[in-house]
């Protein structure tokens, strides 16, 4: 007789562990894997000699990346909308979401199924609506349900550095995959994409699991390389164009050695330090820097200062002033301009207020103290609080012009921006913030406040620099770059950026060469991916 010495044991444990109570209870569990993530960047065998551009419905994405995520559901449960606590999310070690597809579903989830595969059959880009514009909400990406009743998006959020999921139904064994477009320079020293959600009745880590993909299939990994990279133009709608070099590529670049000193707008100086950041790529020598300490911060204060003292060499060959708007050419003689972009502002609110929407004439009545609690505009029962720029501020121009159609706003009553300690018979409580951060980081302090400042700054540091602030629509329309270019009812709040120099620039000078770097595609790419509008792409800075 033959004995298998641990076959018997093996055997009774195995049908003790399947007893009935001993069988593990079915819980609802959602894998991740990250099949792919990858920089589109230029091969070495073609720099120098043509640039790779990554391009989504007319646009260059600057520092493109693809990532593929496979979802499945691998918890033995159906996952209907009601088990969602949080839904899936994503993000991607900071780089901007641009656009995301869904690929190669089983069956594609209610909820889920984007903009351009809005209809089956019809080719994506023929759906009828404007290929630039998002079909959802604010920073979304349009999805359509099943049910018409829904109305579940896609939403990029978090100043498009996460994307999140609807609250979607995933049955057993239920597989989708993402195919995701990314700007922005990887992190290659970790793990880039990060996934979080909470589903009721679900096992470990609220329920989202990532699955590390072995080494044995890494086979399996190299051939979804290769599928993501033929999705591009089918799924994501990305248009890779090889082409040689323009005037205005690297090569063609103008580098002059030498450091400039950039001042005035804080709210375009995020936009224009990203800009001297990629000249410094192509031209190492060449340093543009914005708002250093000691420099005059604010349009008009900036283009006064220059004004006086830019007849000194000095300073006038190493000064540039950005301004939000056009300055007095009776006021400043001595200061040559140039349009640069459209940048977009935005009216902004305390999340507590419970308002997401104004009009221009309820703006008009909160500044000049006719509603004095956001109870009156159907928030919460608050005071309200004005933070608003200086006189010396470009964006204060704007507001007051463009949105008040006044000269200038009500006097400074407080110091605190809590109380009229300044002014006590004051009709309402209004202080004043010299540059964008601080009126921002006001308004993310107090409950009750108001205040506005440049629309890419409070997208992108929204949910970690100021969590507590939300943008409001005016008049029931989006500060956004679609809306400002919109035909008929366009968004108000914006203006032109202007460049000045105190009298023409020498030519191959620093400063001629920063102004010319500024038109180049490269520029461009950099402004459109802060929400500006380059005025090479539109109309409106005539």
Known sequence: MIRYPGIAPAIFSILGFLRPGRIPRPRRMVNYRVHYDDSLGTSPDITGVAELVVRRKGHDVPDASLVMIRISNEGGLDIGREHWVLPISFTFDGRDVVGVEVSDADHVPAGLLTGDQERPGVAAGDTGADPGADTGGTGGVGVREATATEGATIQISKGKKALELPRIELKRTDRIR?????????????????????????????????????????????????????????????????????????????????????????????????????????????????????STIGSLGAAADLEDS???????????????????????????GQPVAIVIFAVVVNRATGVSSLTAAQLVGIWTGQYANWRQLGGADLPIDVV????????????????????????????????????PDSPVIRCEKSSTDELLKAVNAIRGAIGYAEAAVTADDEASKYPNINEVQLDGRDA????????????????????YTYGQPASGSLLSAFLSYMSTDTASSVLQSYGDIPCGLTSLCR
């Not at 979804?224 to 709608?237: E, K, N």
């Not at 008040?404 to 109380?419: K, Y």
């Not at 956004?480 to 460049?499: D, K, L, Q």
Request: proline share 6%; hydrophobic share 40%; glycine share 10%.
């Open 310 to 336: 830019g007849s000194s060499a000095g300073v006038s060959a190493t000064r540039l002033v950005i301004s939000d708007g056009a300055v007095s050419a009776a006021e400043y003689p001595g200061l040559v």
């Open 480 to 499: 956004s770059p679609e809306v400002v270019n919109a035909g008929r009812h366009p968004y108000p709040f914006w203006a032109v950026e202007y460049m």
């Open 178 to 294: 993402l195919l995701v477009l990314l700007s922005g320079p990887r992190d290659h020293l970790r793990d880039a994409v990060e996934g979080g959600a909470y589903i009721k009745g679900s096992v470990r880590g609220g329920g989202l699991v990532r699955e590390v993909t072995p080494r044995r299939e890494a086979f399996y990994t190299f051939g979804w390389t290769g599928f993501a990279l033929l999705s591009l133009v089918a799924a994501i709608l990305v248009t890779v164009i090889v082409r040689p070099f323009s005037t205005t590529a690297a090569s063609a670049i103008r580098c002059v050695p030498g450091t400039i000193t950039v001042a005035g707008s804080t709210a375009f100086a995020p936009s224009v330090t990203a800009v001297a950041q990629r000249l410094r790529q192509d031209c190492p020598s060449s340093m543009a820097r914005v708002n250093p300490g000691g």
């Open 388 to 423: 608003s720029r200086t006189t010396d501020s470009g964006t204060r121009a704007t507001f007051d012009a463009k949105i008040l159609r006044t000269p200038t706003e009500t006097p400074q009553s407080s110091q605190s921006c809590t109380t009229r300690d300044l002014i």
